[in-house]
């Protein structure tokens, strides 16, 4: 029998703030296959929740979720068969800042890929370093996997061993976001879904696009959204229009008699103006008090102005 199971995180969202509660869940076909919720940090490697939470059942819970806790949290079974994986980044009041960004954008590949990763700096005297967890290194330095070029990253060609979580690490302390980085194999039958590897902004369209190594290699998909079909696959890719908070989550697709692809996660950013007008609606009452006061005051004083000019004409004459 084929066991399978499906990580879950509540709040749902691959974002959250430093000293939120989370809940992450392995939700199995089977509740007797023993499944096991395991992560991969900055910190610790394949680390069980004993190890960092607190285990109910299937569930494993922080209360407070720091830093530190980003990183790519996965369900195992026998130490052979895993779920999905999901990466989970914790963002805190920093005084500096850098986010890791992948080229091409993307957080699968196929064996033989080019890829390169970048630490985007707002203080470049902050000393940023990329590090990366695989099952073959811990917290490795650019220098023992790839080629370094100031503050980027370079495999010409990306293998399998390759997959794991990469992030920017500065002499401080503080890290950037996490990402995930999928290799597939080049059998035929490898399918990837190619999608932002950042967070989309919020009302942008965004498409996701299958591929096989196999020629050709942009066949009809069909696209799930947690598990659940979107689309049909009469197309190659898939445009989602103006994306919201209801079209977070985990995606994958899957091409007829090829396979389907592992699943990445979407996740979107909202507009600064949001931000602004959220203020704007806070303060509003008290902004519009305070313009109906200083007209009030204004259209006194003109007044006071006219009787004393109409007062000082009646008495020249």
């Not at 052979?80 to 699968?108: E, H």
């Not at 890290?175 to 919020?202: A, D, F, R, Y």
């Not at 942009?218 to 009469?234: E, M, T």
């Not at 949001?274 to 200083?294: D, E, G, K, N, Q």
Request: glycine content about 6%; charged content about 15%; aromatic content about 8%.
């Amino acid at each position: 029998m084929i066991h399978s199971a499906h990580v879950s995180v509540s709040p749902s969202s691959s974002q959250v703030f430093e000293g939120d509660p989370v809940s992450l869940s392995c939700e199995e076909d089977d509740s007797s296959a023993g499944w096991t919720l395991r992560r991969n940090t900055s910190r610790d490697t394949r680390a069980e929740c004993e190890e960092w939470g607190q285990l109910t059942g299937s569930s494993c819970t922080t209360s407070s979720i720091v830093l530190l806790d980003s990183g790519v949290y996965w369900c195992e079974f026998n130490q052979s068969t895993i779920s999905n994986m999901v990466n989970l980044t914790v963002t805190g009041k920093l005084s500096v800042w850098t986010r890791l960004t992948v080229s091409p954008s993307s957080s699968q590949f196929f064996d033989g890929d080019y890829v390169t990763l970048s630490c985007e700096e707002d203080d470049s005297s902050a000393g940023w370093t990329l590090r990366r967890n695989t099952s073959r290194d811990t917290r490795a330095e650019c220098e023992e996997w790839g080629q370094l070029t100031v503050s980027s990253c370079t495999t010409s060609s990306i293998v399998l061993l390759d997959s794991g979580v990469y992030w920017c690490e500065s002499r401080e302390g503080p890290i950037s976001n996490m990402v995930n980085l999928t290799v597939t194999g080049k059998l035929s039958g490898s399918v990837i879904l190619q999608s932002p590897v950042l967070p989309v902004m919020e009302g942008d369209d965004v498409t996701l696009l299958c591929q096989t190594k196999t020629t050709p290699s942009n066949l009809p998909a069909a696209f799930y959204k947690d598990g659940s079909l979107i689309s049909n696959g009469s197309s190659v890719n898939m445009t989602i229009q103006h994306v919201s908070r209801s079209d977070e989550g985990l995606y994958k697709c899957d091409i007829s008699g090829h396979g389907e692809s592992p699943s990445s996660w979407i996740t979107r950013k909202k507009h600064l103006i949001f931000f602004i007008s959220v203020l704007l609606l806070m303060f509003s009452p008290l902004a519009l008090f305070y313009i109906l006061h200083t007209m009030h005051q204004t259209l006194a004083v003109i007044f006071r102005f006219h009787n004393f000019i109409f007062f000082t004409i009646r008495i020249l004459h």
